[in-house]
């Protein structure tokens, strides 16, 4: 079975400052690992995925996240928030060895960004 | 970049009535479509998988027929709620991914807002 830990429900930034979002996985196999972007009454939106190579992967609106093997992590992170990044951020893994074909996700973290 | 339409944004009927809600992928075609239901202040719960031409799967605790899924295109998918009471009252989104395989992100439409009287 394949999970996606957010340990973090809502994390407060002020604008300028470097952001993380927190993400930690569990698959039995490799994983394919994913951030969307979700705003109030929206579906979401995909900011990067990981699927093999380096590990540090960019994305929309300057976002990057960094897949770390060892930890099972995913963290996203941006270096200067904007005040417009304030959204839900949903984690998500599929495991590509196994048999699953959606995708499993987070529970979602709310990030604040203080003007 | 890819675009999932899904139609419409918001219901509100009276219980007993049937819901059909549209998710279309308007630049790509979509072997597999995925509906999904969110609570407020909840995750995304996968409802079911949709794949062109052949049943949908359903996931544990999903009544394949309290919600009905079609795939009859590459493009088009639909679920219909038969029978909405109060407790189907939910956000539904839908999600689909090219045919280009498992790597490729889901691209989602931007939900269905239902309430249920």
């Known amino acids: 079975a394949q999970s996606v830990a957010q340990p973090e429900d809502q994390v407060n930034v002020a604008e300028g400052n470097p952001l993380t979002v927190k993400c930690t996985y569990s698959v039995s196999g490799n994983p394919y690992l994913f951030w969307y972007v979700q705003y109030p009454n929206r579906g979401l939106q995909f900011l990067l995925k990981y699927i093999t190579g380096d590990n540090l992967v960019k994305g929309s609106y300057g976002f990057e996240a960094e897949f770390n093997k060892s930890q099972t992590s995913f963290h996203l992170k941006k270096p200067s928030a904007l005040v417009s990044d304030s959204a839900l951020y949903f984690c998500a893994v599929r495991d590509w060895g196994g048999g699953a074909d959606g995708l499993t996700f987070g529970k979602g973290t709310h990030l604040i960004i203080q003007p | 970049g890819a675009v999932v339409s899904q139609h419409p944004s918001r219901v509100i009927c009276k219980s007993g009535t049937s819901v059909k809600i549209e998710c279309r992928s308007l630049d790509f075609q979509a072997t597999t479509m995925f509906w999904y239901r969110q609570f407020p202040k909840k995750s995304l719960m996968l409802m079911a998988t949709?794949?062109?031409?052949?049943?949908?799967?359903?996931e544990q605790g999903v009544e394949k027929d309290k919600f009905l899924i079609n795939h009859a295109s590459l493009t088009l998918s639909t679920l219909t709620v038969t029978s909405a009471h109060p407790e189907d009252s939910s956000f539904y989104i839908c999600s689909a991914r090219d045919t280009l395989g498992g790597a490729q992100p889901q691209h989602f439409g931007d939900g269905t807002r239902l309430s249920i009287l």
């Open positions: 949709s794949n062109e031409g052949s049943k949908a799967t359903y």
